[in-house]
């Protein structure tokens, strides 16, 4: 009896082993697999030869798409408007692609006429959630397919199940670290790092020098930036990817840019996560620096709230919700006036900022002097401290009983005369 047909489905591939597995799988269920392969950043094999494999392996139509600058701008460039640090310390490199793929994938498949996308995660991970949860808020009407969390195989029966379908199963010794990279920066787990008290091995780092191989000479560089983008390195205007990737390697052959930390997880439970983010953690600091010079005090105090909120929301695969939608809106409209220029260097594992300017500055040098040329009046203090503390003052004639010295109690309570 022939397979009941059900349409077309959009893969998102990567040419490895699970989503390969998956065009046959898919194929068996009834639907002519279209895959989609989007460039992010990452250190991919040759594009083509991935296209040509999934052709190989029984897709009907194979696209190839290069998403770096759009990955950038629709993705990167708010979370760094936000100084987005989930936990105050990931910078959510991998987290930021999966709205990008699921955009993608919703794009391709209304595109072809498809009933249905598909990924290639587990059903423990949480890149699930995110791709789902986008997937969903971009077109609820496009049902989204997980292979490998559906099919139930084992890994010995994944590879059968490839041999008996002809799909190419990897002869080359396999890394042992499971690696997630893109432009914003790069994941790394392995088996010996799930106890936090293994040291993560030399040769898992590859944006990273160790701190004691990092050159003897402390490297500076001015990033300036317009409305909250950086534009240019050292005077020198630069395109977003190859802007990104300079500040990658001169922070990274430094030795800056780890992140070693326990991770609250999205689907319940703690993690032992790595990264390695140098350009990522470096621009969020000169950004951060350039909007103390450049925004005002309550606008920097509602941000770094909002900052929290952004974090968390694109970390548990809510980029697409109304909440961020709206913080994104406050974000913009602060970064017009995020104008200007921070000096950073590093040296050994750091990276400090040690200057910043901006012709859209409320820094003013006359008001913060106390050498000749302060306009500051010192006389209009009186006044404002008297206004100023007058609620705790009203409070304390009120409430009298509550005014007690602690030096007095401190000094009964040890037996001696304060008086004294």
Same mark, same amino acid.
């Given at each position: 009896m022939a397979q009941e047909k059900k349409g077309k489905v959009v893969l998102a591939y990567s040419g490895g082993l699970d989503t390969s597995v998956a065009i046959p799988w898919l194929h068996d269920q009834g639907y002519d697999v279209v895959t989609l392969t989007m460039h992010v950043g990452q250190q991919a094999d040759n594009l083509e030869e991935i296209k040509n494999k999934a052709y190989q392996v029984g897709a009907v139509k194979a696209y190839v798409v290069d998403l770096r600058e759009a990955f950038i701008d629709t993705f990167v460039w708010p979370s760094l408007k936000a100084n987005a640090m989930y936990q105050g310390t990931y910078p959510l490199n991998s987290a930021l692609s999966r709205p990008m793929i699921a955009q993608a994938l919703i794009w391709c498949a209304e595109?072809?006429? *498809? +009933? *249905? +996308? *598909?990924?290639?995660?587990?059903g423990k991970g949480q890149d699930q959630v995110r791709i789902e949860v986008a997937c969903n808020a971009l077109n609820p009407d496009i049902k989204v397919i997980a292979p490998v969390r559906d099919w139930g195989f084992s890994r010995e029966e994944e590879m059968d199940y490839a041999a008996s379908h002809k799909v190419p199963v990897p002869t080359t010794r396999k890394s042992p670290y499971s690696l997630?990279?893109?432009?914003?920066?790069?994941?790394?787990?392995?088996?010996?790092?799930?106890?936090?008290?293994?040291?993560?091995?030399?040769?898992a780092y590859k944006l990273t020098a160790e701190v004691?191989?990092?050159p003897d000479e402390v490297e500076y560089v001015e990033v300036t930036f317009e409305a909250g983008i950086p534009t240019a390195i050292d005077g020198k205007k630069m395109p977003s990817i190859e802007l990104i990737d300079f500040m990658n390697k001169i922070a990274g052959r430094a030795g800056y840019g780890r992140v070693d930390m326990i991770e609250d997880r999205l689907v319940g439970f703690k993690s032992r996560e790595v990264y390695e983010c140098p350009g990522a953690l470096a621009l969020i600091q000169a950004h951060r620096k350039l909007e103390t010079l450049t925004l005002a005090k309550d606008t920097l105090k509602a941000k770094k709230e909002l900052e929290v909120k952004f974090a968390e929301l694109a970390y548990e695969g809510y980029w697409f919700s109304p909440l961020m939608e709206a913080i994104q809106a406050f974000n913009e409209a602060t970064q017009k006036n995020v104008n200007g220029t921070v000096r950073m260097y590093f040296y050994k594992g750091n990276c400090v900022i040690d200057g910043a300017k901006s012709e859209t500055s409320v820094y003013s040098k006359a008001l913060a002097t106390y050498s000749t040329g302060d306009i500051f009046d010192q006389s209009a203090s009186v006044g404002f401290i008297k206004i100023w503390g007058m609620p705790i003052k009203t409070w304390r004639q009120t409430h009298k009983e509550k005014n007690i010295n602690p030096i007095d109690s401190l000094m009964v309570q040890k037996g001696k005369d304060a008086t004294k």
């Open positions: 595109k072809e006429g *498809a +009933v *249905a +996308v *598909a990924h290639g995660c587990t997630d990279d893109n432009l914003w920066g790069r994941s790394i787990e392995c088996g010996i790092l799930e106890d936090p008290w293994n040291k993560p091995p030399k040769d004691t191989d990092a």
